[in-house]
């Protein structure tokens, strides 16, 4: 993950250079992202060492869009119809309970879903944050960038204090990872905050989340994974969520 963080600055700086530096009036919202960022990856690594990513993943972002739901409607002004609440609830209780049927069945740490709660509450604090801060500086390429080399300064003093080895570990092994990983992932987010100044944030961010959808049809074609009937129940409500999404936009 820290290669992936660390990945971005390079073309966080050629998005400075080819889109501009975001307006000073969302320079609030670009560093308050770039602190819930390093929170959200700390959070989410120490989930990583007491449960299993499939279950980890899964509860952080299922529980995500159930807060930026509340967020948006009570702070933003954001109109949501009955369909795209209801669509959201059903998207994201899909993840949470994928999520904790998968530690029931490894006998995870509880510490794992303390910390993926976390996880959560972070993920819908940034993404709050970035939605309204994209809105205000009109320019999704350069506040993507701002907010990527900011928050990669500040992952660097983390880990330099922290733990400094991994550094050696991302220049021996974590090559690939830091630019193939670090190039897809400053391109998606990018797409997300572009997509934020057209749609309700609520909307954009639980479309995001199922990722998770292809994650699993990708694992059973090529991977051969055995497709469960927790998986088959997790794809029906994902579609049937985005369905109703859909059916109102």
């Not at 204090?161 to 670090?182: C, D, P, V």
């Not at 694992?219 to 029906?236: N, P, Q, W």
Request: glycine share 10%; aromatic share 14%.
């Amino acid at each position: 993950m820290s290669a992936i963080a660390l990945g971005h600055v390079p073309f966080g700086i050629l998005g400075l250079i080819s889109f501009g530096v975001p307006n000073s009036e969302s320079l609030i919202y670009i560093l308050a992202s770039a602190f819930l960022h390093v929170f959200y990856m700390f959070f989410l690594l120490n989930a990583y060492k007491h449960a299993e990513l499939s279950q980890v993943y899964p509860i952080a972002r299922g529980l995500s869009p159930l807060i930026l739901v509340l967020v948006g409607t009570m702070f933003l002004g954001e109109y949501l119809s009955k369909y795209e609440v209801s669509g959201i609830i059903c998207v994201s209780m899909a993840l949470i309970l994928y999520g904790i049927q998968i530690g029931f069945k490894s006998r995870a740490d509880l510490k794992g879903l303390y910390y993926a709660a976390w996880t959560g509450c972070f993920i819908a604090s940034y993404s709050v944050v970035d939605g309204y801060g994209v809105r205000v500086a009109q320019n999704a390429i350069g506040y993507t960038s701002a907010v990527d080399i900011i928050s990669a300064a500040l992952l660097c003093l983390f880990l330099f204090i922290f733990n400094r080895e991994i550094f050696s570990g991302i220049l021996q092994q974590g090559k690939k990872t830091f630019w193939i990983g670090g190039s897809l992932g400053f391109i998606a987010y990018a797409i997300v905050l572009w997509a934020c100044l057209h749609a309700p944030i609520s909307i954009v961010y639980t479309l995001r989340e199922t990722s998770v959808l292809f994650a699993v049809l990708l694992a059973t074609v090529f991977l051969r994974e055995k497709l469960t009937l927790s998986k088959i129940l997790l794809i029906g409500m994902l579609c049937f969520g985005v369905g109703l999404i859909k059916s109102s936009l």
